[in-house]
């Protein structure tokens, strides 16, 4: 199931880089005094009463002519979109401007559930202010401090009440979901196109030619697969910035509902960093991940250049040592059949379960080579390990004390389970626990 998204609006300085730290348990914001310092929406998860919910900051919205206000309208508009939920956040010591009720008017627009926070009331005298905040009409206005923590509690309840009308995926248990993401026009749509042998997805040299994320269901081997093609950039009717960032959320959607992500490279412009940022956002989710280099045919080639690519790819994605890599070619679907078997290995993986007397025995082998280490004269202590989870598979290994554990002898115990059962593809998880 998706998570649903969640947008923080309002005009600027009422301090939404605030609520949105608070709220994700970190500073990820730039937090400023300056009306219009966060320019860019910026992305994080939230937790919420068992909710996870991805959370959006966005710059200010205003309607005068100071620098960067176009481009923060814009950025706010997008978020505003995309989200699920909306907190239009004002400020209490201000009371009702003309730029909230400037704002109020695109939110009437945008037909979403709306949750009023007026932040900054730092004191139970300052409550009585907040009724002024009904007159926006979007029902009862929620005090709150982002300085101090207060009333989030309360907003996140109301928050949460309309989660649970947030539309969740109806296919079968057994159907693997796969999606594609990258950033635009390295070839997405045509990979659709490829594997489904037919012209299903519109085509355009123009990056940003598909408007929404498409779900298309489709067969292979007797088992159903639904692809999400995610290559929507902009959406018809709108005007979006002209960079990249607004594909990040619709990536992390695509994620958030795929079982395997495949991550698109243009093999003939090579890897950039953006590359490596989408792909972050799949690897930290924990889904199934097989790299496809497509464009293949437009590269110049000799016995060594894919041997090369790969090297280059495993030394700028250090973090996906686990993913196998495809070379094809979408247009000419040269090595396009390739795929399939490593999607379908790549899902068989992340759900793999590993009989624990046999895990057991893989660890202890792995501890007899190489002994645990000791820190300030303890030495770690691997009493038994056992599968908790898939989707990611995630093991608990039990021990005298968890901080002895340290990531690097971690690390070694993931690569011997690696070595001695099935994973490629999937990410694994490994955690020390005390034993009680």
Do not use: C
């Not at 923590?149 to 248990?173: I, M, Q, T």
């Not at 940022?277 to 496809?292: L, M, Q, S, T, W």
């Not at 000419?332 to 390739?338: A, L, Q, S, Y």
């Amino acid at each position: 199931m998706a998570k649903p998204v969640v947008a923080i609006v309002g005009r600027p300085n009422v301090g939404k880089s605030t609520i949105f730290n608070r709220i994700v348990g970190e500073r990820v914001s730039i937090v400023e005094d300056t009306p219009g310092v966060t320019r860019d929406r910026i992305y994080s998860s939230g937790e919420w009463l068992n909710y996870q919910f991805n959370l959006i900051d966005t710059g200010g919205i205003d309607i005068g002519d100071e620098p960067f206000l176009s481009q923060i309208r814009q950025q706010a508009e997008i978020a505003i979109d995309e989200a699920d939920v909306i907190i239009f956040l004002t400020n209490g010591r201000e009371g009702v401007t003309s730029a909230d009720e400037e704002v109020a008017k695109i939110l009437y627009r945008s037909n979403k559930p709306i949750v009023v926070a007026v932040n900054k009331v730092d004191n139970p005298d300052m409550r009585p202010s907040i009724y002024d905040f009904y007159a926006l009409g979007f029902g009862e206005p929620f005090p709150i401090s982002g300085a101090h923590g207060l009333g989030l509690g309360d907003l996140l309840d109301e928050v949460a009440k309309h989660f649970k009308n947030v539309g969740s995926d109806d296919y079968d248990e057994g159907t693997v979901l796969f999606s594609l993401i990258g950033r635009p026009n390295v070839g997405k749509s045509s990979m659709v196109n490829a594997i489904l042998g037919e012209d299903r997805v519109i085509v355009s040299d123009i990056a940003g030619t598909t408007r929404d994320a498409i779900d298309t269901v489709y067969k292979y081997e007797g088992r159903e697969f639904v692809i999400i093609d995610t290559a929507g950039m902009r959406k018809k009717g709108k005007v979006y910035e002209s960079t990249e960032k607004y594909s990040v959320l619709r990536a992390l959607k695509a994620i958030d509902r795929s079982n395997v992500v495949l991550v698109v490279i243009d093999g003939e412009e090579g890897i950039i960093e953006q590359d490596m940022k989408i792909a972050g956002y799949a690897h930290d989710a924990g889904r199934a991940i097989v790299i496809v280099v497509n464009k293949w045919d437009m590269v110049e080639k000799d016995e060594r250049t894919m041997k090369e690519f790969e090297q280059n790819i495993r030394d700028h994605f250090k973090f996906l040592d686990y993913a196998p890599i495809v070379f094809l070619s979408a247009k000419t679907k040269k090595r396009i059949h390739t795929l399939m078997p490593k999607i379908l290995l790549a899902s068989e993986n992340h759900t793999r379960r590993v009989e624990t007397s046999v895990l057991n025995d893989v660890v202890m082998d792995a501890v007899a080579m190489n002994p645990t280490p000791t820190h300030k004269g303890k030495r770690l202590k691997i009493y038994y390990t056992t599968q908790v989870a898939i989707k990611p598979p995630t093991f608990v290994v039990f021990v005298n004390e968890p901080e002895l554990m340290h990531f690097s002898y971690e690390r070694f115990l993931e690569n011997r389970v690696r070595a001695a059962f099935e994973f490629e593809g999937s990410p694994i998880k490994i955690f020390p626990r005390a034993r009680k």
